[in-house]
């Protein structure tokens, strides 16, 4: 049976030997990582913000990584792909705190897109083929390192999620386009975890500052000063999901896999006690209570049932990276003095322009029925 350990860490500069600790309680850094090989580290940088937003994985977990994986005698790089707009790779590592680790720690950052891709069939319905960078497909192993954090089309963002950019630039827009409904999405999200399955050695999750509300980068920083790491990403997610008082067998992706509350319990959770932890009256986003609508409502009054994003203009900063975004061209800026317009009949409601707007502008949009059962927290 897998172990997860829970371990209590309330500020980032005790995060090393917490950590360490992490890790040492599911096996020690030399149970996963062998001597020689080449380990990709892979975070989540989903966009430049200050690691303080709890937007990404903070860079002093990525540092303690680092660390570990030198002492095991292999070599680490650290690598990820933000969200397909951002084009910028220099300035995100700067802002996220990366580049100033990786220096200290004379480590290589990967630049996915730079190296390249290769089109993989991962046995997906909607996406027959996929494309993986080359560091993610060339390297020996990975280390897993998600932020714990709300996500508005597919409610929560941790290990799993986190895998999402294994895939370079605005490859993942594109797939958005095709697996643009939560349940397509999360078909989708399943067959690359089970893809990588085997590649991944540990996945350590950044909780100490985690997102709620509507993340996964316009949602609030929340305290919960945990850490928490497992061989078996899946069960991590689903045990830490159900840690926050969400029902499980709601959840797609624990669906798919066939993780029920009954695995969750039974797991061997070695640390700190889950009641140790600010858990309770974590807020999910507001979207989520579009799930708990009995599926033949929802295919009846589907048209009538809907949430589209909508520009805020009182804190849109016209920087139009909601245009470029979005995979259907739903939005659209006249000039670079006008705000972006979405056109609802177009709108494929997955939210992309949500994840990636910096300043907080895109809203939730919502019908009259969607309204019934969407309230503001």
């Known amino acids: 049976m897998s172990k997860i350990s829970l371990i209590k860490c309330d500020d980032y500069n005790k995060a090393n030997p917490a950590v360490k600790e992490t ?3 599911i096996g020690g850094i030399s149970h996963f990582v062998k001597p020689g090989e080449k380990i990709l580290i892979k975070p989540n940088l989903l966009s430049p913000k200050d690691p303080e937003r709890a937007v990404t994985t903070h860079p002093k977990i990525v540092k303690a990584v680092i660390q570990l994986v030198k002492e095991a005698g292999a070599v680490p790089v650290v690598g990820d792909s933000p969200g397909g707009a951002i084009r910028n790779i220099e300035n995100l590592w700067k802002v996220t705190g990366m580049e100033e680790i990786c220096a200290e720690e004379s480590v290589e950052l990967v630049n996915f897109e730079a190296a390249g891709s290769e089109e993989i069939d991962i046995n997906d319905k909607i996406v027959k083929k996929v494309h993986f960078s080359k560091a993610v497909l060339k390297c020996d192993g990975i280390i897993n ?3 714990l954090k709300t996500h ?3 409610t929560f963002s941790a290990g799993i999620k986190n895998l999402y950019g ?7 827009v594109e797939y958005h386009k095709y ?5 397509e999405f999360a078909d989708l999200l399943t067959n690359i975890y089970l893809f990588l399955k085997n590649k991944i050695r540990f996945t350590l999750l950044d909780g100490i500052y985690a997102m709620e509300g509507n993340g996964p980068s316009g949602g609030e920083p929340r305290k919960m000063n945990i850490l928490s790491a497992s061989s078996d990403t899946a069960l ?3 045990y830490i999901l159900d840690a926050l008082n969400f029902d499980i067998s709601k959840n797609l992706i624990c669906r798919n896999l066939k993780i029920s509350k009954k695995d969750t319990d039974g797991l061997e959770v070695i640390g700190n006690d889950i009641k140790d932890f600010n858990v309770e009256n974590f807020k999910f986003p507001q979207t989520i209570l579009l799930d708990h609508i009995p599926k033949p409502v929802v295919k009846a009054l589907g048209s ?3 949430v589209k994003a909508k520009i805020n203009e009182k804190v849109c900063s016209k920087c139009a990276l909601c245009v470029k975004s979005c995979p259907v061209k739903a939005i659209k800026q006249e000039n670079g003095g006008s705000y972006p317009r979405v ?3 177009l709108c494929i409601s997955c939210f992309c322009c949500h994840e990636m707007c910096p300043c907080k502008a895109v809203d939730f949009k919502k019908s009259f029925l969607a309204d019934l059962f969407i309230r503001e927290n």
Do not use: E, H, Q
């Open 152 to 154: 508005s089309l597919m």
């Open 304 to 306: 009538f049932l809907w």
């Open 236 to 238: 991590l997610d689903s």
């Open 145 to 147: 390192l998600p932020k």
């Open 23 to 25: 890790v040492k309680l």
């Open 343 to 345: 056109t609802d009949s």
């Open 166 to 172: 294994c895939i370079p630039g605005l490859m993942k």
């Open 179 to 183: 697996a643009s409904k939560n349940r």
